[in-house]
């Protein structure tokens, strides 16, 4: 309970009453008692008041109070919460609090509420700004006494906690990218060797079929020409393994690195899944993985995001050699293996040796994340001897950089180095050119 700004004021004004007796022992001595009696009288009356107020105020019920909110939040994507409350006279206004998480401190919270006559309907704009679990705790309500003397506070349980999974709509966007360059450059499925197209129909001849898919037997049986048409080969497997060390978590963006992988991981998974094939993840970092077994059709996408949402970059090095282990020692049947990470020029030789123990067995990708300030850094004019030395340094270190990618392709993986905002948009390209190569 705490005293209201009425209890406030009336305290201030007993406080003024009080230089009555001073100005009548000054200016008029007989009345200095009756003053001083009447200042006294004044006090014990509001306090009389004040005491009584607390007293109806502290037998008050607790109101009625619920939120609603969605079942999962997206990262970085504002969310309306409401509250419902009831239980009071219309017109009085009651002070509003909603213990959501503390990531958002612009939800324009605590504010004053004046009552509806039946249920009063509060909104607020909640914007999540990390992946995980989080929890709203209680709400909380000042409500005023009758006189409004005091305000007593009274929590109404309303614990909950909701998923906060990464914002899909900038990987479905990425994905429609990739569905565009794919109509772009022809959508037609051309014959090639090897392995990776299966059967799928016989179909009246159309321009522009290649004369090598006619199926001479079928067009004799029906009079007019048939040709075969393929598709890729379905139920393969596609395993990413992301990194979930230190440099992941450097910021680029809104996002830390490891976002930017976690999200083109997502549209990797969603395609490979539209192809009709098998997706699982392994999140490696100097710690156990974490091992996400494989999933199957659309709705698997729901599984995998359920397993990454509350991943977050860990203090330790990654281990690319331990981890190439490990996946090495669960999976065995041929897949494509994407690894995911931020290459340093210093990693070439445990790299090298994840990706040699890999490529025994699988058709290995390694994604490299470029920073978009080296990629500036570039056309940035050289004014000072700072930049020189900083523009030289970088050089070097990219020179280092296309070294360890030449050597990673000399062992047998296919190098793709991009920066984060392009990242899944070249990952899906470069799976489903690799599918329809018939690599795998």
Aim: glycine share 6%; hydrophobic share 40%.
């Amino acid at each position: 309970m705490r005293p209201g700004s009425r209890l406030l004021l009336l305290l201030l004004c007993w406080a003024a009453l009080s230089l009555l007796p001073v100005l009548a022992a000054a200016f008029a001595s007989g009345w200095r008692d009756s003053a001083l009696l009447v200042w006294v009288l004044a006090g014990l009356a509001l306090a009389l008041w004040a005491v009584l107020d607390a007293r109806r105020l502290s037998a008050r019920p607790a109101p009625a109070a619920e939120r609603s909110l969605p079942a999962a939040l997206s990262v970085g994507v504002p969310q309306t919460i409401t509250l419902r409350l009831s239980g009071g006279r219309p017109g009085e206004i009651w002070n509003l609090a909603d213990h959501h998480p503390d990531d958002d401190s612009h939800t324009g919270l605590p504010r004053e509420v004046a009552l509806a006559a039946d249920i009063t309907e509060v909104r607020y704009r909640y914007r999540p700004s990390r992946r995980g679990p989080v929890t709203f705790g209680d709400i909380e309500v000042w409500l005023p006494s009758p006189a409004r003397l005091w305000q007593g506070r009274r929590r109404v349980a309303a614990t909950r906690t909701v998923p906060v999974y990464p914002d899909f709509s900038p990987i479905a966007r990425a994905a429609l990218a990739v569905d565009k360059s794919q109509l772009r450059f022809g959508n037609r499925q051309q014959p090639r060797r090897g392995q990776g197209l299966e059967f799928h129909e016989l179909r009246e001849y159309q321009p522009g079929d290649s004369p090598r898919r006619i199926d001479w037997k079928a067009s004799a049986r029906r009079r007019h020409l048939i040709t075969r048409h393929y598709q890729d080969e379905q139920n393969q497997s596609l395993w990413v393994l992301l990194d979930a060390g230190r440099r992941m978590k450097l910021p680029v963006g809104d996002l830390t690195l490891f976002d930017h992988g976690l999200n083109a991981t997502l549209l990797l998974a969603w395609s490979a899944l539209r192809q009709g094939d098998r997706v699982g993840s392994l999140l490696f970092s100097r710690d156990t993985p974490r091992w996400l077994a494989p999933v199957h059709g659309p709705s698997g996408i729901q599984t995998l995001l359920k397993g990454f949402y509350d991943v977050h970059p860990q203090e330790h090095a990654s281990d690319f050699s331990q981890a190439a282990r490990y996946f090495h020692g669960r999976w065995q049947r041929r897949s494509l293996v994407v690894l995911v990470s931020r290459l340093h020029p210093e990693d070439s030789d445990d790299l090298l040796a994840a990706v040699t123990l890999l490529s025994r067995r699988h058709l290995v990708m390694v994604a490299d994340i470029r920073l978009p300030e080296q990629e500036a850094l570039h056309q940035a004019p050289v004014q000072d001897l700072d930049d020189a030395l900083r523009l030289a340094a970088d050089a070097q270190e990219q020179e280092h950089r296309r070294a360890l990618h030449v050597r990673l392709r000399r062992a047998g993986a296919n190098v793709v180095a991009t920066t984060p905002e392009r990242l899944a948009e070249r990952l899906g390209q470069t799976y489903l050119a690799l599918k329809r190569a018939g690599r795998l």
